[in-house]
């Protein structure tokens, strides 16, 4: 390991001073703890780290307009007002009951929009399964999920209305001189068919943020290389990948939160080279 990478530790008392690397930033441990649960440390670090690289990434590429799809009570948004970003925020969240905590976390901020929807690649109207806290999904559970989770075992359905995001978008940017937006989602395994919704608008989003699954927890949902490619096939490109829950007894990663970036948005980046077409 190179000394860049380097943990430096240092005990005080019933505190461990862990030194990272060369970045000039520490580590501070309650003494035992860093094995006491060495899973749930690593999710909660990778947590930190995804919540801090989106909002560099946010102010890198001037992101001025996020698409929180999924919204669920406005965690996300949360998060983003408290890293700093003063920007748009357009929330979806399609179940009633919750979409009310939603708007009521909103109220009080004139940049965030909120609508009781979910989006999707058609619109219309559809079910949606509730009462799994926050994995309430359009797509039934799959064996694999059952097993995990025994919420998916009870429950309800509700029907929803469904647009797709090429219809929504330029309601959520009007006003916006210059929009560099951002999609975020989260929908339970239903992450793709959102993107498939913004069609040939998809280029306008300057990143995105998914949660792509290695093992499926949905029916009918996407491998986690399917959507990746889908997405890279678009322009975007892979910056970071977060694991969100993994399995106790394996160490397995169930879901990834897949940070990714158009890098000719990036300030200053050179121009990709126009690809050649061949003579008929």
């Not at 399609?94 to 609508?115: I, M």
Request: hydrophobic share 35%; net charge negative; glycine share 10%.
């Amino acid at each position: 390991m190179g000394s860049g990478a380097d943990l430096v530790v240092r005990d005080s008392g019933n505190w461990q001073q862990s030194k990272l690397g060369a970045t000039g930033a520490h580590l501070l441990l309650q003494t035992g703890q860093e094995t006491q649960d060495e899973r749930a440390f690593q999710l909660a670090a990778a947590q930190y780290l995804c919540h801090h690289h989106v909002a560099g990434i946010l102010d890198q590429y001037g992101v001025n307009c996020v698409f929180d799809v999924g919204a669920n009570t406005g965690q996300y948004a949360r998060h983003l007002r408290r890293s700093g970003y003063k920007g748009r925020i357009v929330s979806f969240e399609p179940v009633s009951a919750t979409f009310e905590k939603l708007r009521a976390a909103a109220e009080k901020d004139p940049e965030w929009q909120v609508h009781n929807c979910a989006l999707g690649s058609e619109e219309g109207t559809s079910t949606i399964h509730v009462d799994w806290n926050t994995m309430n999904s359009l797509l039934p559970p799959s064996e694999y999920g059952r097993g995990r989770y025994q919420r998916f075992k009870k429950g309800r359905t509700e029907e929803i209305s469904i647009r797709r995001l090429d219809g929504v978008i330029d309601e959520a940017l009007k006003g916006i001189a210059d929009p560099r937006p951002y999609l975020k989602m989260d929908t339970q395994g239903f992450d793709l068919q959102v993107f498939e919704g913004g069609g040939q608008r998809i280029d306008e989003f300057v990143g995105l943020q998914s949660e792509v699954a290695p093992l499926r927890l949905y029916e009918g949902s996407p491998a986690m290389a399917e959507s990746i490619a889908a997405y890279e096939a678009r322009g975007f490109g892979i910056s970071g990948m977060y694991p969100v829950t993994r399995e106790a007894t394996t160490g397995r990663v169930v879901e990834f939160d897949c940070v990714m970036v158009r890098a000719e948005a990036a300030p200053g980046a050179a121009p990709s080279p126009k690809k050649e077409t061949q003579a008929s």
